[in-house]
């Protein structure tokens, strides 16, 4: 397994995890009538920016784990960090497809703003094309680099 393909599964595990435990804490504060209050904006905000510090100390933390279980497992000496135009162009082909998923959720985000839903939906519609966006990335880049599409 090349290093770009232990970054993608520390990406696709980290993104999973972290999303998941965002749309859960979502769903336990809508269930817990957090969000009809007055405070329910500044409450999604501090969420969201519990989402971004979180999703990026635990990003860090799994790639490192994904790395070292990766190379107990396979016994593979240190993987080459040299990246070549093959891996520029996979990368550029899978965030090309992630940035396409996460513009057409934000313009539909945006549409169903224009037609009335409550904003409080809608951003979480936005970050839900992230999470689609993110994880498809990964998804992507594995499936690229197994089959080498160029």
């Known amino acids: 397994m090349t290093y770009q393909e232990r970054q993608a599964v520390g990406n696709l595990i980290a993104g999973i995890i972290i999303f998941a ?4 804490w979502v769903w336990c504060a809508i269930d817990g009538g957090l969000l009809g209050n007055e405070n329910a904006a500044t409450t999604i905000g501090r969420g969201i ?16 784990l994904t790395s070292i279980a990766v ?3 396979t016994r593979e000496p240190k993987p080459s960090f040299v990246v070549d135009e093959r891996d520029r162009m996979l990368e550029l082909r899978a965030v090309r497809v992630s940035y396409t998923i996460i513009g057409m959720g934000f313009i539909a985000s945006m549409v169903a703003l224009a037609l009335g839903l409550v ?8 970050v839900l094309s992230f999470a689609v966006g993110t994880i498809f990335e990964s998804i992507l880049m594995l499936i690229f680099y197994r089959w080498s599409v160029v």
């Open 21 to 24: 435990a965002y749309f859960y």
């Open 49 to 64: 920016l519990v989402l971004i510090l979180g999703g990026v100390l635990l990003n860090i933390g799994i790639q490192i």
């Open 71 to 73: 190379s107990i497992i």
């Open 119 to 126: 904003p409080l939906v809608v951003l979480q519609f936005i």
